[in-house]
């Protein structure tokens, strides 16, 4: 019998991409053979969740945690289980996948208000290939909708051919692990239980929360904020309280005539010269990140850096796009943590030369840091006990290990591939 491989604090030295740091920083500490897919991480992205399972499995196949014939249950049918689940079943792992809904992919199907790019959050380091260019469930930046659609009817041809156990609609129950093995309670729709070498939780970061008595709009559900108001004697303002991607994007949106936002992306892209801002981004953010990890305030170190090193050379045709483009018939309040900036809002950008054009979009800001930490600057740290920050940033969300194996595609090497 091959039990998975301990992991303990002597790997803190493994190379960030090798497989006895990837299984520490997955596993679940005192529960051998459970590890915890990406649901704690910090790069938030469908392709950065797809490097981590296979990562994952290969990490797993590699140090004999996985092997030909073993069984491997994941729970969670989102993009990464999905992905993790052909990449063990490649490797002749019989796989049993589990989702609460009754489909697989069920988060972002039908939406065609939000639009995902696989390498966005890199520029301006890189070229931002618009296509992922996996060894199967590939696909190219679209709205959300499209490229649901496209990895679910993958998935359904593939499992099929793989032999993959689907079961839908399930409620599970997690038992102990003895002698190498764990047992999985299925209570929905029918109760069955079944034996695991190996379980991966492959359940997402969860659904927002409302604010009684509103109720719950999700992210990824259609809705009309980039369209004209009707019937309105005025301006409807509007609260957008966050500054991750979504906050950014909606803020656009409902500040912009006609927002699309691949074709805006790529026309602000195209205004400004990307190899300068990143070699003047590149050190302000270093010492940022510095700051940060100090304990010491670097909100407004960027603020004063950017509006010293940004002038109108470099954003002034982004500024006035955005004014040519403002709507009259919204105003917006924007409410974000800290003011003037954060290293998670420059991190999660939408778009390109935002940081320094926000205000042209006539926007109000609410500052609500230091009335919800009494006056206190407060450090929010991840599951591997490391200030959030550089330390995460090391972790394995932007290489995967590409394996030789049994895959529907033929698309492997023994290399590793970078977004």
């Known amino acids: 019998m091959i039990a998975a491989p301990p992991v303990d604090a002597s790997l803190a030295d493994s190379p960030p991409t090798s497989p006895l740091t990837i299984l520490r920083h997955m596993t679940v500490p005192v529960e051998r053979g459970l590890y915890v897919l990406g649901s704690f991480e910090g790069r938030v992205t469908i392709y950065s969740q797809q490097i981590r399972a296979l990562n994952l499995i290969h990490a797993l196949w590699t140090t004999g945690a996985l092997a030909d014939g073993r069984r491997l249950a994941i729970i969670g049918g989102g993009i990464a289980g999905i992905t993790a689940a052909l990449g063990a079943a490649c490797k002749n792992v019989e ?193 940022a990140w510095n700051l940060h990890e100090r304990g010491e305030e670097h909100g407004a170190y960027l603020h004063r850096e950017y509006r010293n090193k940004f002038g109108a050379e470099l954003v002034g045709a982004v500024d006035d796009r955005i004014r040519r483009y403002l709507r009259y018939d919204t105003r917006v309040t924007f409410n974000f943590p800290e003011w003037p900036f954060t290293l998670f809002f420059v991190g999660t950008q939408s778009l390109p030369g935002l940081s320094t054009s926000c205000y042209r979009l006539r926007t109000r800001y609410l500052d609500w840091s230091d009335r919800r930490s009494g006056g206190r600057r407060t450090q929010s740290r991840c599951p591997c006990d490391q200030p959030h920050g550089r330390a995460c940033r090391t972790l394995p969300a932007r290489h995967y290990h590409a394996w030789p194996g049994v895959c529907p595609r033929d698309r492997v090497s023994g290399a590793s591939r970078e977004d």
């Open 95 to 287: 796989v049993t996948l589990y989702e609460r809904q009754p489909e697989v992919l069920h988060l972002m199907r039908g939406c065609h208000t939000r639009w995902v790019h696989p390498t966005i959050y890199d520029w301006p380091k890189g070229d931002l290939p618009a296509s992922t260019n996996l060894p199967f469930l590939s696909w190219e930046a679209a709205s959300a909708g499209d490229v649901t659609a496209k990895l679910a009817d993958e998935w359904k041809r593939l499992k099929s051919v793989l032999r993959i156990r689907e079961v839908t609609g399930a409620t599970v129950a997690l038992g102990p692990s003895i002698d190498g093995r764990r047992r999985v309670f299925t209570t929905s729709p029918g109760f069955s239980e079944d034996d695991y070498h190996i379980v991966i939780l492959a359940v997402g970061f969860g659904v927002e929360r409302s604010i009684a008595p509103h109720p719950l709009r999700s992210y990824w559900r259609d809705d009309a904020l980039h369209q004209p108001e009707i019937g309105a004697s005025g301006p409807v303002h509007s609260l957008v309280s966050g500054s991750g991607d979504g906050g950014l994007t909606d803020l656009l949106r409902l500040r912009l005539r006609e927002f699309k936002h691949g074709s805006l992306l790529n026309e602000l892209i195209s205004m400004m010269d990307s190899e300068r801002l990143r070699n003047l981004l590149e050190p302000i953010e270093d010492e």
